[in-house]
Structure formats: structure tokens, C-alpha cells
């Protein structure tokens, strides 16, 4: 699920896919520092360091949401 989402924004195995998101980000913020968000985005994407703190945030979400569904499901009923 992580690997089509980062690919649809532009994160690719190659580096940033040219014309999208990914690639106008770079080029809007230059030199990416090491750690930073777009960094570990294009990490995860290539397979790297990045993928377990993508991986680990995409999981904190999914938990949240369901989260946030079951209380919206018992405040409706």
C-alpha cells in the first residue's frame, strides 16, 4: 500500500519522478537535508531507512482512523 502511494506522489525506486509532486517539492526546497520528511519519503520509496518510519507512521494512522470511525459509529447510534 505505501510503495503505490509513494509512487503516485513521485517518489519512486529511481528518485523523484520528473513533473510531480515529489520533484517540485525538491526543487521548491533545494538541497534536502538528511532525516528530514522528503528525505526519508525518498528512502522509502528506494527501499531504505525510510521505509520502517513510513511504515510505522502509515500503521499509526490506519489505527487512528479506526479510532476515530468507532466513535463516530457509537455517537450516531
Do not use: C
Not at 3 to 13: D, E, H, I, R, Y
Not at 39 to 51: E, I, K, P, R, V
Request: charged fraction near 10%; charge should be positive.
Amino acid at each position: 500500500m505505501t510503495v503505490p502511494l509513494l509512487s503516485a506522489f513521485g517518489w519512486t525506486a529511481l528518485g523523484p519522478r520528473a513533473a510531480s509532486f515529489a520533484s517540485m517539492a525538491q526543487s521548491g526546497i533545494g538541497s534536502l537535508q538528511a532525516g528530514s520528511a522528503l528525505s526519508t519519503l525518498q528512502s522509502a520509496a528506494m527501499g531504505g531507512y525510510g521505509t520502517a518510519a513510513v511504515l510505522g507512521a502509515t500503521r499509526a494512522l490506519v489505527v487512528v482512523s479506526e479510532g476515530v470511525v468507532a466513535v463516530i459509529k457509537r455517537r450516531s447510534e
